[in-house]
Every structure is written in structure tokens, then in C-alpha cells.
């Protein structure tokens, strides 16, 4: 950061329309940083300030937190919900209690509180996949990150309206933000609570949440990819409310390989994360606006995703357009497009169901396993065999291929193998998803068609994981026989699912857990 811009943030921070703590707050950090915090001396501390007292109160007998035992006092909360908990309410309240804009800014103080609520239940979410991470401090991170964007709202007013906040441009916030102050909210979050001797590490991890992480650093038990992870979703969050064909790329990114979430369950996450949201808009008396959960936007959202992803898959497989008739009206194609011609993108989807058919398949894996090799990646496939019970498979391929669907991501290749049988390509996942994504496939296509998951005539799943090693990729037909060979051997185990290894040229049997490398 240049010398000017350090000054320029200093001014900013000088400003008396920055947040700042009340003292009931600054004591309470000092308390939970101590050693050995003292609960009775906390207790103490909250007690000199009642609202705050009667507000932790109420958050605690509220159906967001969940005691099973109705706290009748702020002796009683307080060792239930915890050091951290209380002083990331604590310092919330205060925050929250400083929100009086004009009523010009109103709007845009609604709009900013109700991304960083988001942000921080997303934040404790993640927070709570994680046994080694600190749920109530992710909590906190979230609530903090976007505190600079209130403070720069504060002191720059309709300056930070017109060059920020409402600029129709496809530059990042941050970007803008740095384009016109010299610095971020990101800088500022960190700063403020830097000022209000918050731990480093936290600070640390506020600064950096709208940076890169690389697949390298996608610990699922770090705070700063917990963060940046949070940030993506409220984004993400944001943006599909206004447009629903919104790419989710991040997010599916950060979701499933930080934090091991299905693919399937993804969108009702984000639902789950957006409740909890409004909910915590009541307990801290913020007005976001009356804005109903958006699950339903969500829903529709991943069915639009779902049909770009098999347009973009077909236009990969055929190098030319699909035909507007087949397009969402996202479309952007203009009349200079070679179209690829109706009976020939036709001729590769399945006639009776939402899928890809073997003739797509041939055309589409040499492809994912060259490109997979190219960029170093692994590529994953499953082979499912459906139930036995021959009338039901014959009359159920809508049903079954719908299942298969749900439990993957929009851009993985779900393909009608033959009449019983479907093939799924799954680029960049590792073998623990992809089996997890196989039992979740099985447990419902079992249900489905009301079979044990371990009965003779239940579902088969065989996996492969082609790793490149070797200097030409994987072929199609090593890959194929080395997935009916997983079949036949998931044949033979309890649970009815196989994997394999492809490491080069070498095919050998994989246990989940194992690194196939």
C-alpha cells in the first residue's frame, strides 16, 4: 500500500462517522483475550450495559441459537453461549445500533447490512463443517469483513454511491473502490478491527478475503478460505437474484473442495444460509427490507444452469453454435454463428429423458480426458447400473436420469449408457467426493424404486479416477472397460460401489481415503 493511500485510509479512519466500540464492547474483547477469561467478569461487563444484556438474552432464548434450556437470566447465557459467541453478539449490537442513514442512503444501508448477515451466517456455516475450526470466530469474520463498506458509506455518502455502490460495470466492488479511494473495504475492515485490538489472525484474514485462493491452500479448516468463501456466496447471492443464468463456479468451487459438500446439496445450503439470514436480521433489530427467502430463485436458478451447461457441452463436442430455439433467453449469440444443426444436437441427447446418449459419449470423452490431462487434473466417472426390475427401468428413465442429475453439479455430463445403465463424467473431483456422490446416487435411485441399497437388486455403481501420469492421456476404451471392471466388482460388495485407478496406464483397484497417485 503507497504512502498516499496509507494516508488517505488513515483519514478515513480519523473520521468521527467510522463505527466505533461502546465501552461495554471494548472491555469484553479485553476479557475474551485474555489467558483465562474470567465468565463472571464477562458477566460483569455485560451487566453495566443493559440493552446489550437484554439483547444477548434474547439471542440466546431465540429459535436461531436453539438452547434447549431456556436461559432466565444473563448468568444462565452467557456460559451456554460461549466467550466468542458473546463477544462477536457484543460487538454485532453495537455495530447494528449505529446504523441511522439518511433517508437517501437508507436503501443502500439495507442492502449492504443484509450482505454482511449473509455473510456472516455463510461464514459460521462453513465454520461448523469443520470439527478443528472455531464456529462463533468465522461468525464474527463474517460479520466484520464488510464492516468497511458501512464505514466508507458513512464518511464518503453519495461519493461512495455514485463511483461504488450504483455503477453498472463488470469490475469487482473492490476494484472500484481502489479505482476512486486509493483502498478497498477490505483494507478498512482490517484496519478498524486492527483499532479494536482484535486478534491478528482475524485481521489477517479479513484483509485478504476477496483474494484468490489457490487449489493448493482449500483447507476447509482455515478461517481465510472461510472467509473468501462467504464472500463468494453472498456475491453469488446477490447477483442471481437479478439474473438468474449467474455462473456459480466459485462457489461450487469453495463448497465441494473446502468444505465437502455435495454438489446436490449446494443450492439448499445456500437456501438453508439465506434463512438463517433474516433470522439474524430480527436478532440484531436490522431492517434489510421484507424480502422473502430465495429458495425458489435458487431451484430455478440451477435448472437454468443446468441447460447452458448442456448447451456449452454440445457446442464444445460439435465446435459450433447450438440453435437459439434450444437457448434460455440468456443467449448471446449473434447471426454471424455457425448454428449446429437441430437433428445433428438432437441426434446426441437421449429421446427419453434430459440427458446425453452414447453417441454424445464418444465425442465427449476424448475430449474431458484430454483437457483433464492438459491442465493436470484428475477426471472422475461413474457407471450406474440401475435396478433389475426390468418394467420399472423401462418406464422410469425420465425419473432415474433426473436423480442422477440432481446429485451432480450442472456441468458434469450425465449420459444414458443404454437402457439400464447411465455414465456420469465428473472433471476435478477427488476420490472421497466422487464416492460420497455414488452412495448419495445409490441411496436415492434405491429409494426410488423401493430396493435395499445392499439387496442383490439394488443400484451397482463402478467409479474411475483417471490421474494423469503419463504423457498422452488416458484412452477412452482403457477408461470405459476399466469402468464396467468396477462395475462387476461392485457387484461383489456389500455396499454395491466400486472404484478404480487409472494412473497413467496402469489400472488398479482404489480404496476411498487412499490417494490414487
Not at 255 to 280: G, S, W
Not at 316 to 326: D, E, I, L, Q
Not at 417 to 434: A, E, G, K, M, Q
Request: net charge negative.
Amino acid at each position: 500500500m503507497s504512502a498516499a493511500t496509507t494516508l488517505s485510509l488513515e483519514k478515513l479512519l480519523a473520521s468521527d462517522q467510522v463505527p466505533s466500540l461502546p465501552e461495554v464492547a471494548v472491555r469484553i474483547i479485553q476479557i475474551a483475550q485474555e489467558e483465562d477469561p474470567d465468565t463472571q467478569e464477562l458477566i460483569a461487563a455485560i451487566r453495566t450495559d443493559p440493552a446489550i444484556a437484554g439483547r444477548v438474552l434474547k439471542f440466546a432464548n431465540s429459535a436461531l441459537f436453539g438452547l434447549r434450556t431456556r436461559a432466565s437470566s444473563i448468568d444462565a447465557a452467557v456460559p451456554m453461549l460461549g466467550m466468542t459467541l458473546v463477544r462477536t453478539l457484543v460487538l454485532g449490537f453495537s455495530l447494528a445500533e449505529q446504523s441511522n442513514p439518511s433517508a437517501s442512503l437508507k436503501p443502500w444501508y439495507r442492502r449492504l447490512w443484509k450482505e454482511t448477515l449473509f455473510q456472516a451466517s455463510a461464514a459460521e456455516y462453513m465454520g461448523e463443517q469443520n470439527t478443528a475450526s472455531d464456529a462463533p470466530t468465522w461468525f464474527l469474520g463474517g460479520l466484520l469483513q464488510d464492516i468497511g463498506q458501512l464505514a466508507m458509506l458513512s464518511v464518503y455518502e453519495d461519493q461512495y454511491v455514485t463511483n461504488v455502490l450504483d455503477v453498472d460495470s463488470s469490475s469487482s466492488r473492490v476494484g472500484r473502490e481502489v479505482d476512486h479511494f486509493g483502498f478497498s473495504h477490505a483494507d478498512v475492515s482490517a484496519a478498524l478491527c486492527r483499532r479494536w485490538n482484535l486478534e491478528d489472525s482475524l485481521a489477517d484474514a479479513i484483509a485478504s478475503h476477496h483474494l484468490l485462493v489457490p487449489d493448493s491452500e482449500m483447507d476447509g479448516s482455515d478461517l481465510r478460505v472461510g472467509l473468501t468463501a462467504a464472500a463468494c456466496c453472498s456475491e453469488y447471492m446477490d447477483a442471481v437474484t437479478d439474473r438468474l443464468s449467474v455462473a456459480r463456479t466459485d462457489v461450487e468451487r469453495f463448497l465441494i473442495e473446502a468444505f465437502n459438500i455435495l454438489p446436490c446439496d449446494i443450492y439448499q445450503v445456500l437456501a438453508e444460509i439465506d434463512v438463517r439470514t433474516l433470522e439474524l436480521a430480527g436478532c440484531f433489530s436490522l431492517d434489510v427490507g421484507k424480502l422473502p427467502p430465495r429458495e425458489r430463485i435458487l431451484a430455478r436458478a440451477q435448472s437454468v444452469l443446468c441447460q447452458i451447461s448442456m448447451n456449452g457441452n454440445l457446442e464444445t463436442v460439435a465446435g459450433r453454435t447450438v440453435p437459439p430455439a434450444n437457448l434460455g433467453s440468456d443467449s448471446s449469440h449473434t447471426g454471424e454463428d455457425e448454428f449446429l444443426d437441430r437433428n445433428e444436437w438432437q441426434a446426441w441427447l437421449d429421446e427419453q429423458s434430459d440427458v446425453y446418449n452414447a453417441k454424445y459419449l464418444e465425442s465427449a470423452l476424448p475430449i474431458e480426458l484430454s483437457k483433464a490431462h492438459t491442465q493436470n487434473q484428475t477426471v472422475g466417472l461413474l457407471m450406474i447400473e440401475l435396478p433389475t426390475v426390468t418394467e420399472d427401468v423401462r418406464s422410469a428413465p425420465e425419473r432415474s436420469a433426473d436423480l442422477v442429475k440432481a446429485a451432480v453439479r450442472p456441468t458434469d455430463h450425465v449420459v444414458r449408457y443404454d437402457d439400464s445403465t447411465f455414465l456420469v463424467i465428473l472433471p476435478s473431483l477427488n476420490v472421497d467426493l466422487l464416492h460420497r456422490i455414488a452412495v448419495r446416487i445409490q441411496d436415492d435411485l434405491s429409494e426410488y424404486f423401493d430396493v435395499s441399497s445392499d439387496e442383490a437388486d439394488a443400484p451397482c455403481i463402478g467409479g474411475v479416477v483417471a490421474v494423469p501420469a503419463a504423457r498422452k492421456a488416458s484412452s477412452p476404451d482403457t477408461v470405459l472397460n476399466a469402468l464396467k471392471a468396477s462395475t462387476v466388482d461392485a457387484h461383489k460388495v456389500s455396499r454395491r460401489v466400486a472404484f478404480q485407478a487409472i494412473v497413467g496406464r496402469k489400472v488398479r483397484p482404489l480404496v476411498p481415503g487412499v490417494n490414487p497417485q
